[in-house]
């Protein structure tokens, strides 16, 4: 059972996925998200980067909706979605692969200069692009760098965003790495 902690967290990232501000997830918030990743990249819509974002976003909504569309009705609610994050948390066979495909995304978009790792800046970015104001990043970058290198690594992200999701103690740094929730 998810605590209360825990989905006051899962729903900061639920927000982040509802491009469109209606309340639920459909396909059309991963559409837009294409948009404005590709956009943020420059990337033309015919180039073999573009054509692999397009294709990770919507094999991760058609992940999202065979596995927690339990309504049937081509829209993920909250409770939905509580419900979907309440059964990969609970299989430890599946949340790394769940982890996996959004930290590759994130830095296949957000590390723009390809060195591995991410920066405050692209922190930044990264919170702009999923609905969250840029002004965090400076606040919340230095507390996730926790080796305070002035880098996020795939490795370190993939900690924190575990700890965003299993963690139920309140001064866990990670709660907070996509802005106030």
């Known amino acids: 059972m ?10 900061k990232l639920f927000s982040l996925y509802d491009s469109d501000y209606t309340g639920v997830l ?3 918030d991963f559409e837009l998200m294409f948009k404005k990743l590709s956009n943020l990249r420059g990337w033309s819509k ?3 980067r573009c054509i692999v974002l397009e294709d990770k976003l919507m094999r991760q909504w058609q992940g ?3 596995k927690a569309d339990t309504h049937h009705n081509d829209e993920i609610s909250l409770s939905e979605w509580f419900a979907y994050y309440e059964d990969i948390l609970a299989d430890a066979s599946a949340s790394p692969e769940m982890i996996g495909d959004l930290i590759e995304l994130v830095f296949d978009v957000f590390d723009q200069d390809e060195d591995g790792r991410i920066n405050q800046a692209e922190w930044g970015q990264l919170l702009a692009v999923f609905n969250e104001s840029p002004v965090y990043a400076p606040l919340v970058f230095p ?6 290198d002035g880098f996020l690594t795939k490795n370190e992200m993939r900690g924190l965003f575990i700890n965003f999701c299993y963690s139920d103690d309140p001064d866990e740094v990670a709660n907070h790495m996509f802005g106030p929730y």
């Open 2 to 11: 998810l605590s209360d902690l825990q989905k006051r967290k899962l729903t």
């Open 26 to 28: 459909v396909k059309q």
């Open 46 to 48: 015919r180039s073999p």
């Open 64 to 66: 999202l909706e065979a």
């Open 143 to 148: 507390q996730l760098d926790q080796d305070q």
